[in-house]
């Protein structure tokens, strides 16, 4: 037996740091929505009791630093699973990209782990089990439009954003996470209107959501990727009405309504950046 989910990616339409926690982690609050960009997650039960994964990416381990391997031996500790499985990872979505392709995996796992091996829990269950795997795993397993607090784990269904085609593109190098963390000052980075970009969700206020876009370590991930203002700069130029890095970067996002507009910044794009994608909000 097989169980097959999709994974889709996100993007961070605002994300505040408000304060360095105690557990080193950072207070935060965020808009995220996710993309009809995605991988897919294949699990099927095996006759012994091993967590084997395979991946068409070389880019991400294939042992037990996986999150997927962690989220089967999570689920197999705490429910007393006797049974092995075979995790194939489709990878879409580029790595360390800011567009939470892990935590998507993730999250896909828990889903099909869930079916899988019949443990009928829910999605509240599902969302806690994915908080001991990473910040982004719940509102990966909520997959909608979310207003996210504490380090990411609290959510709130907001409303889909208006539709737009979007943009990504991706330097070839990557970000860590903790480094950019590590090197924000939050007394001088910038701090998004979140209730402003809820406002322009619920109205579908298309150019509020554009003028609205923030995100705290822009600046860092700038210092640390001087493409990443390269990238802006050519989408801006190129009629994208909207452009902002997502997460922790590198990647960056343009919007827009008009499909000769998109076509003209992914042209404008194809010259001088690594990885270059057209996708849609899925909401």
């Not at 012994?48 to 037990?64: C, F, R, V, W």
């Not at 909608?144 to 190098?173: D, F, H, Y």
């Not at 876009?213 to 009405?241: F, P, R, T």
Request: glycine share 6%; aromatic share 4%.
């Amino acid at each position: 037996m097989s169980v097959r989910i999709k994974a889709n990616a996100k993007i961070n339409l605002t994300l505040d740091a408000l304060a360095k926690r105690p557990d080193g982690f950072h207070e935060v609050e965020m808009i995220m929505t996710t993309l009809e960009l995605a991988d897919y997650i294949e699990v099927q039960a095996r006759d012994d009791e091993a967590i084997i994964i395979e991946t068409t990416s070389g880019l991400i381990p294939n042992d037990q630093q996986n999150l997927c391997f962690k989220v089967a031996d999570l689920l197999r500790t705490r429910y007393n699973v006797k049974t092995g499985v075979t995790i194939t990872i489709e990878k879409n979505i580029p790595v360390a990209a800011g567009l939470a392709g892990g935590s998507a995996d993730a999250a896909a796992t828990f889903k099909a782990l869930n079916e899988l091996w019949a443990l009928q829990l829910d999605q509240e269950t599902l969302q806690e089990l994915g908080a001991e795997i990473g910040s982004d795993v719940p509102f990966c397993i909520l997959n909608t439009t979310a207003l996210a607090t504490g380090r990411g784990e609290k959510l709130e269904r907001l409303s889909a954003p208006p539709k737009c085609w979007v943009v990504l593109a991706k330097p070839q190098v990557g970000l860590s996470t903790a480094e950019v963390y590590g090197a924000l000052n939050i007394a001088e980075a910038p701090h998004p209107d979140t209730q402003q970009m809820r406002q322009a969700l619920e109205t579908q206020d298309y150019e509020l959501m554009c003028a609205t876009l923030g995100n705290s370590l822009e600046a860092v991930s700038l210092q640390l990727c001087e493409q990443i203002q390269q990238i802006k700069q050519v989408m801006e130029q190129s009629g994208a009405d909207g452009v902002l890095m997502s997460g922790s970067g590198p990647t960056v996002f343009a919007f827009t309504q008009s499909e000769s507009r998109k076509n003209r910044i992914m042209n404008s794009l194809k010259g001088f950046c690594y990885t270059v994608i057209e996708t849609r909000m899925k909401g």
